[in-house]
């Protein structure tokens, strides 16, 4: 199943890519590893953050803050 686009927030400012200026992007969790965590084969237990993938440009942006919020976007 193809990905669909999303607008995201934070609070009430709306996310636009720092390359293009697009407003839709694809969402998809990112692990942070860390080399001491993989040495150990612990990178399961690293903490995710919500990757932004612009639509557009391709682009990627990286959040941990748990108050982005996204909503489908038209395709």
């Given at each position: 199943?193809?990905?669909?686009?999303?607008?995201?927030?934070?609070?009430?400012?709306?996310?636009?890519?720092?390359?293009?200026?697009?407003?839709?992007?694809?969402?998809?969790?990112?692990?942070?590893?860390?080399?001491?965590m993989e040495?150990?084969?612990?990178a399961w237990?690293?903490?995710?953050?919500?990757?932004?993938?612009?639509?557009?440009?391709?682009?990627?942006?990286?959040?941990?803050?748990?108050?982005?919020?996204?909503?489908?976007?038209?395709?």
């Open positions: 199943m193809a990905a669909k686009p999303v607008h995201a927030q934070l609070g009430s400012m709306w996310i636009r890519c720092h390359v293009c200026g697009g407003d839709r992007f694809r969402e998809r969790e990112v692990l942070l590893n860390s080399s001491g040495l150990f084969n612990l237990a690293n903490e995710a953050a919500t990757g932004l993938i612009c639509w557009t440009c391709g682009y990627v942006h990286m959040f941990v803050n748990p108050n982005l919020q996204t909503t489908r976007a038209q395709a």
